[in-house]
Nanobody, 109 residues
Framework: QVQLVESGGGLVQAGGSLRLSCAAS??????ARWYRQAPGKERELVAT???????AYADSVKGRFTISRDNAKNTVNLQMNSLKPEDTGVYYC?????WGQGTQVTVSS
């Protein structure tokens, strides 16, 4: 059993940046993903990173968000730039079958 803990969320103005981190209690040498869920909407996949560092992004965040990982430190990060109000939501880290508790991101216009 691996526990995932997200951090780095907060309130930011449109155009600003935030860096989310996901810290794992054990090895997470597997595909890792960041999801988000806006109020009243379904959870959506935002970014994926493979064990080897290959990445993929939702069209809505491409060019603005960057997912990265440090396998030695068991962390997965999401750098979010040029944030928009529509990026508001709870962001969740996912590795294999494990999920974090989520971190709130609020972008004001």
């Amino acid at each position: 059993q691996v526990q995932l803990v997200e951090s780095g969320g907060g309130l930011v103005q449109a155009g600003g940046s935030l860096r989310l981190s996901c810290a794992a209690s054990g090895s997470i040498f597997s595909i890792a993903r960041w999801y988000r869920q806006a109020p009243g909407k379904e959870r959506e996949l935002v970014a994926t990173i493979t064990r080897g560092g290959g990445t993929a992004y939702a069209d809505s965040v491409k060019g603005r968000f960057t997912i990265s990982r440090d396998n030695a430190k068991n962390t997965v990060n999401l750098q979010m730039n040029s944030l928009k109000p529509e990026d508001t939501g709870v962001y969740y880290c996912n590795v294999f079958v494990w999920w974090g508790q989520g971190t709130q991101v609020t972008v004001s216009s």
